[in-house]
């Protein structure tokens, strides 16, 4: 009978500690997948404030104009490229930097009108969709989330202005779904200066044309030999991007 290394044992423990720590609570979409609709989970459907719902409408007429005459979902799907021209529309039309704070150059837009604003490009051109969202949603949200305001300063008006895009490297070859099986590490500098990265990254939207990559990587811990994930800012001008 085969034995379990320590670190498939480590990882057992972990998922064990995340899965059956407390009492079990079902979710909604849980629930769905066993068949059950929780109504009251999710009704009454939340109204927008007036200010909010009339923003929405704004950017909302304002996107489904520009995909009808500026993006052609064939010709993209044809070149395999979204033209720079159409993210420098998207950031002028302020689609690039919907829900980032106001301050940031973003709209400011809650995550309600985000849905809606998506749901129009996504119905008009699949692609556009998906890079928009992974520039969005994942390549600058930890910066939006936890970022320093150092960085935000720095970084969140060029993204939200589409003078930059952005992408978010966590998938392996062997991490992914599993997101705490990543093995890219990041030891120090030897300058003390910084950080050098080693490992291999795959299947990252935007990855071939990001100016800043959130990457995840592992580094070193004393209390723990497999080390920590943290999260890296990597803009491309960075040695080795």
């Given at each position: ?17 995340i ?25 009454p ?71 809606r ?24 949200r ?26 978010f490297a966590?998938t ?21 200066e ?8 795959r299947w ?21 030999p ?16």
């Amino acid at each position: 009978m085969a034995t379990l290394t320590d670190l498939e044992k480590k990882q057992i423990a972990q998922a064990e500690e995340i899965f059956f720590s407390g009492p079990q609570k079902e979710g909604f979409c849980k629930d769905l997948f066993f068949g059950r609709f929780r109504d009251q989970s999710i009704m009454p459907y939340p109204e927008l404030p007036e200010a909010s719902k009339k923003l929405g409408d704004e950017i909302l007429a304002r996107v489904t104009s520009y995909c009808e005459n500026e993006i052609d979902p064939a010709q993209i799907d044809r070149d395999a490229e979204i033209p720079d021209r159409i993210v420098k529309g998207l950031g002028d039309i302020g689609v690039l930097g919907m829900t980032i704070e106001t301050k940031y150059g973003g709209l400011g837009m809650c995550q309600q009108n985000f849905c809606r604003i998506m749901e129009v490009i996504g119905g008009h051109c699949g692609s556009t969709a998906v890079f928009v969202n992974a520039h969005h949603s994942i390549g600058l949200r930890a910066l939006e989330l936890f970022g320093t305001e150092e960085q935000k300063t720095r970084w969140m008006g060029p993204l939200a202005r589409g003078e930059q895009t952005a992408a978010f490297a966590l998938t392996e070859p062997e991490a992914g779904s599993d997101a705490g099986n990543v093995r890219t590490r990041a030891e120090l500098a030897s300058d003390g200066e910084g950080y050098v990265l080693n490992g291999e990254k795959r299947w990252i939207t935007n990855g071939g044309i990001a100016d800043v990559v959130t990457v995840m990587a592992r580094t070193p811990d004393p209390a723990d030999p497999d080390g920590k994930i943290t999260a890296f800012l990597f803009p491309r001008e960075s040695p080795g991007f």
